[in-house]
């Protein structure tokens, strides 16, 4: 009996326990992230309630100044304005002004879009707070119109003056038109000296 060489077979052959094992690990992993996404979606992450904002945003600090910018310099040193918070760049304040009020901003913060809920005390505290600044205000128009009243008087003062200082200088042009004779003026080819009176 001659010695056959087999036949070479050009199919793949696939080790299907290998395969079986590979699956059950992946299917194992799926099923342990989703019972995570599960736990994760069981316990909310607990935010604060949106407080107002403690401090003065500041927009004017770079107003009106020229700065070098090139490729190494820092994102914060960039022109526009820089948020320290979520690490950007806004170009103007007012699309600065809406980044931090905005929901990325305020998540990174740590805070909900949700504001607390107010009592009737405070409530009342804040009505009586008004209720105080307007009557200061009043205090404060009082004053400025009691000033007013004197600047205009002191202006009606001054007019006064002025009108007397006019009529002193119009009787002493007619003291000095009444020196001269009229004649003799006539005769010059002049009615008098820089007066106006008229005869």
Not at 52 to 61: G, I
């Amino acid at each position: 009996m001659a010695y056959e060489k087999p036949v070479p077979d050009h199919r793949r052959k696939w080790d299907k326990e290998e395969y079986e094992k590979i699956v059950a690990a992946r299917l194992e992993e799926e099923e342990k992230k989703a019972l995570e996404r599960e736990l994760a979606r069981e316990i909310p992450v607990k935010r604060e309630l949106l407080k107002p904002r403690e401090y003065k945003v500041d927009l004017d600090s770079k107003l009106g100044k020229s700065q070098v910018i090139t490729k190494t310099t820092p994102s914060s040193q960039q022109g526009g304005y820089y948020c320290n918070v979520c690490d950007c760049v806004v170009k103007d304040s007012i699309n600065f002004l809406d980044h931090i009020n905005g929901k990325k901003h305020q998540r990174n913060l740590g805070m909900s879009m949700k504001v607390e809920r107010s009592s009737l005390e405070q409530v009342r505290k804040r009505f009586e707070m008004n209720k105080r600044k307007i009557e200061e205000k009043k205090k404060d128009y009082d004053f400025e119109e009691r000033i007013k009243e004197l600047k205009e008087e002191e202006e009606k003062q001054k007019a006064y003056k002025k009108e007397k200082r006019k009529e002193r200088k119009r009787k002493a042009e007619d003291d000095i038109d009444d020196d001269v004779d009229p004649d003799m003026a006539a005769m010059m080819g002049f009615s008098g000296f820089g007066g106006s009176k008229k005869s």
